[in-house]
């Protein structure tokens, strides 16, 4: 099991004032550095004491996501190439069912205008989903999140359906062995200047741009399927995700 440090890509929206703003920004980055260096050690269920789910929408054509990951939608085309190669990835549709690479060609298949057969590269998908765990280690006394899966998505604009579709779910212990394993999956640009960094330690020290979409449990239903004004979903995303951080906050600096 991969663990990493809870590092949330953004902070407080309406800080009390901004000396807690700059303590709230300083905290949260001493956690990572000084916590990074446990990431592989594993987490019993019994010293879990609280525990939300967060997805992250992480578009690899940010510019901010191309110079860590690459440009061409690099971590799609590595998972696709494995799972052609025996790799581990499941249905989104029906979690725990493992789906073939011959069945991920299926989806990517189209007529176009024409009617001529033709199918989507995997350099077009360039949505991601991450999902993870948040949690409290009761044995460490610490926050960390748990990261358990990468999903590849069809963007809207090019999906038949019209809608941001899945395509496949890859556990992130799975992910971790590709990127170790395949030489295009490390970043020329890092956040600590070390040059040829992996995929997975970009991850690991939360390199890329992301927006959250849900907080909640598993089955809770994503922020946009909660509120169909896009202005009240986003408001909720940014309340919960604000109550997450002062959380972390007000237990390393109690009052």
Request: glycine fraction near 2%; charge should be neutral.
């Given at each position: 099991?991969?663990?990493?440090?809870?590092?949330?890509?953004?902070?407080?929206?309406?800080?009390?004032?901004?000396?807690?703003?700059?303590?709230?920004?300083?905290?949260?980055?001493?956690?990572?550095?000084?916590?990074?260096h446990?990431?592989?050690?594993?987490?019993?269920?019994?010293?879990?004491?609280?525990s939300?789910?967060?997805?992250?929408?992480?578009?690899?054509?940010?510019?901010?996501?191309?110079?860590?990951?690459?440009?061409?939608?690099?971590?799609?085309?590595?998972?696709?190439?494995a799972?052609?190669?025996?790799?581990?990835?499941?249905?989104?549709?029906?979690?725990?069912?493992?789906?073939?690479?011959?069945?991920v060609?299926?989806?990517?298949?189209?007529?176009?205008?024409?009617?001529?057969?033709?199918?989507?590269?995997?350099?077009?998908?360039?949505?991601?989903?991450?999902?993870?765990?948040?949690?409290?280690?009761?044995?460490?006394?610490?926050?960390?999140?748990?990261?358990?899966?990468?999903?590849?998505?069809?963007?809207?604009?090019?999906?038949?359906?019209?809608?941001?579709?899945?395509?496949?779910?890859?556990?992130?212990?799975?992910?971790?062995?590709?990127?170790?394993?395949?030489?295009?999956?490390?970043?020329?640009?890092?956040?600590?200047?070390?040059?040829?960094?992996?995929?997975?330690?970009?991850?690991?020290?939360?390199?890329?741009?992301?927006?959250?979409?849900?907080?909640?449990?598993?089955?809770?239903?994503?922020?946009?399927?909660?509120?169909?004004?896009?202005?009240?979903?986003?408001?909720?995303?940014?309340?919960e995700?604000?109550?997450?951080?002062?959380?972390?906050?007000?237990?390393?600096?109690?009052?």
């Open positions: 099991m991969i663990i990493t440090p809870y590092y949330p890509t953004t902070f407080i929206r309406y800080p009390s004032n901004p000396d807690r703003m700059k303590k709230i920004t300083l905290l949260l980055s001493l956690v990572i550095l000084l916590h990074t446990s990431f592989a050690q594993h987490i019993r269920e019994q010293d879990i004491v609280y939300r789910c967060i997805v992250r929408e992480i578009n690899l054509r940010y510019a901010a996501n191309t110079a860590v990951f690459g440009k061409g939608c690099t971590i799609p085309v590595i998972l696709l190439d799972l052609k190669t025996g790799a581990q990835a499941y249905s989104h549709e029906h979690p725990g069912k493992q789906i073939s690479y011959e069945e060609q299926e989806k990517l298949w189209f007529r176009s205008d024409d009617s001529c057969t033709a199918f989507y590269a995997a350099e077009e998908l360039y949505v991601l989903e991450l999902t993870e765990k948040f949690i409290f280690d009761k044995n460490t006394s610490e926050f960390r999140f748990i990261p358990l899966s990468l999903t590849v998505f069809i963007p809207a604009e090019i999906s038949s359906k019209g809608v941001l579709e899945p395509l496949a779910v890859f556990p992130f212990a799975e992910c971790t062995r590709i990127f170790r394993n395949d030489p295009r999956a490390y970043a020329a640009v890092t956040k600590i200047g070390q040059p040829r960094m992996n995929f997975n330690e970009q991850f690991v020290l939360r390199s890329y741009v992301s927006k959250i979409v849900k907080i909640g449990n598993e089955d809770d239903l994503y922020f946009d399927q909660r509120y169909t004004d896009p202005y009240k979903a986003f408001m909720a995303m940014k309340e995700e604000n109550a997450l951080q002062e959380m972390v906050y007000e237990a390393y600096h109690p009052k």
